[in-house]
């Protein structure tokens, strides 16, 4: 079904960086702009519900946060990537602000996503695939039943937890040695004394973060808030990100983007809402380019090499997810 001459990723933004323009490598400033409005858009609903006596409009008002949140963690997704601002000391401390909606020590995110998984997507160091059978134990097999799409529990709305868990295991992951990690985790990239400091240091700042609108907004009311946003959020996000890999091969060795990847179709007014993360494959090939440009390289890519592209309707490729077993097949490629 796919094509067996896995090649490397910078074999493809050789042949493809003269087809981007100039403008995309620029910082796209404007979007702290959108996640400024999203942030007053949340702590606006945060009031909202510490004056609020009906639990009903609670709930309502708290998945609107979570959606609100997903925006936030897509648009952070973005700015960790250095595609907003360019000056590194000033992301930090920027990423640390709106990481904290989504309770992930951006840290922790660089390290994962950024310097692991974009290097290795379906190969065994990615610490976003699938377990392989070889790892098969108790803990993976309540892990991978409830918490990955598979078509044991097809559907399952447990799967909807999922970036919950994925945030919690790799920060518990940190503090694991070298040699260690969490049964559920796939693999631990390695993190040094300074690294550790701090993430230790942006966990204090998420707990101190949530904890001063608890006390805000009420502690009841907090906790129940909390709750359904964070699984709000978490459910609104997974259900987008299990198409992006979860369908596609795995590999041994070369992390082919065009062979591991998936893009998806979907309206183009709610990409926009979400910064373009449709265009994922794309964003495999080149990380640190403003995403709005992505659209545009999508069909320098479909010219390029129609027989290796993969983008597909969002339904057909969130079905594809559910074909898979509990475990996936070691890789032999």
Excluded at 10 to 35: G, N
Excluded at 148 to 162: C, D, E, H, M, Q
Excluded at 297 to 303: A, P
């Amino acid at each position: 079904m796919y094509p067996n001459n896995p090649m490397p990723i910078r074999y493809y933004q050789k042949t493809l960086a003269h087809t981007i323009p100039s403008e995309a490598y620029k910082p796209a400033y404007y979007k702290l702009l959108y996640m400024s409005i999203h942030a007053v858009w949340i702590f606006g609903l945060m009031g909202m519900i510490s004056i609020s006596s009906s639990w009903l409009c609670i709930l309502f008002i708290s998945v609107l946060i979570g959606f609100s949140i997903v925006c936030l963690f897509l648009y952070s997704h973005e700015l960790s990537h250095g595609a907003v601002i360019k000056k590194r000391k000033v992301t930090y401390l920027i990423k640390n602000f709106f990481w904290a909606f989504s309770g992930i020590p951006p840290t922790v995110w660089d390290r994962v996503h950024n310097h692991t998984h974009h290097h290795t997507m379906n190969t065994p160091n990615d610490p976003d695939r699938k377990t392989h059978i070889s790892e098969k134990n108790i803990w993976n097999d309540i892990y991978n039943l409830f918490i990955y799409p598979n078509k044991v529990i097809r559907y399952s709305l447990t799967i909807g937890f999922a970036m919950v868990f994925y945030s919690v295991k790799h920060t518990v992951a940190v503090f694991y040695s070298d040699a260690e990690k969490p049964a559920i985790v796939t693999y631990r990239p390695s993190y040094n004394k300074k690294q550790k400091r701090k993430v230790i240091i942006e966990i204090c700042y998420i707990i101190c973060f949530w904890l001063s609108i608890w006390y805000l907004i009420g502690i009841e009311k907090g906790v129940i808030m909390s709750a359904v946003c964070w699984v709000s959020y978490s459910s609104f996000v997974i259900i987008f990100i299990i198409t992006q890999h979860l369908g596609r091969p795995l590999y041994k060795d070369v992390a082919d983007p065009l062979l591991t990847s998936t893009s998806v179709i979907i309206p183009r007014w709610l990409d926009r809402i979400i910064d373009w993360h449709s265009f994922h494959l794309e964003h495999h090939m080149f990380p640190s380019i403003n995403f709005d440009y992505y659209p545009q390289l999508s069909k320098k890519i479909e010219n390029k090499y129609p027989q290796k592209y993969h983008r597909i309707p969002f339904f057909k490729a969130l079905k594809d997810t559910f074909k898979n077993g509990v475990y996936i097949e070691d890789p032999f490629h």
